[in-house]
């Protein structure tokens, strides 16, 4: 038998929800369960530039089906389409390092790309940097 002060706590949680639901749907806004899908690179993307935080990842399996190679000079980025060419600059020490996106993330807030180990390694990004990224294009097939 289940305690009744957690029946109720479930029973407010559930009104509460609905209720939040009816007021999304009352105000005119569709809520949408699929995600976005990235457009490729456009020539307005090519050239652009952002700045934030890098981090270092180390999945085994990317979101474009390679293993990830540790060594090798590719990142992670929430929107630029797979395959794209970013220049990463560590504000810290002036370095930049051209990187090739093959993998989703990071999906923690202020972050704007993941580096693998060796593109950190040769930016001397050792945990986290402030970085700038200026997207160059697409790889089409071409490995960095």
């Not at 474009?64 to 794209?84: F, R, V």
Request: charged share 15%; hydrophobic share 40%.
């Amino acid at each position: 038998m289940r305690n009744q002060n957690t029946t109720h706590r479930r029973i407010v949680k559930a009104a509460t929800l609905i209720a939040a639901f009816a007021c999304v749907l009352a105000s005119g806004i569709t809520p949408s369960l699929a995600r976005p899908h990235p457009a490729r690179a456009t020539k307005a993307d090519i050239g652009s530039a952002l700045s934030g935080i890098a981090s270092v990842y180390h999945d085994r399996m990317t979101a474009s089906g390679e293993h990830m190679n540790p060594n090798a000079m590719t990142a992670a980025h929430k929107t630029l389409p797979l395959g794209s060419i970013v220049t990463v600059r560590n504000h810290r020490n002036g370095r930049s390092l051209t990187v090739r996106i093959n993998d989703r993330g990071p999906y923690v807030r202020g972050r704007v790309i993941d580096l693998s180990p060796g593109a950190a390694r040769v930016l001397g990004v050792d945990g986290l940097a402030p970085v700038s990224l200026s997207v160059n294009g697409h790889a089409h097939g071409r490995r960095v």
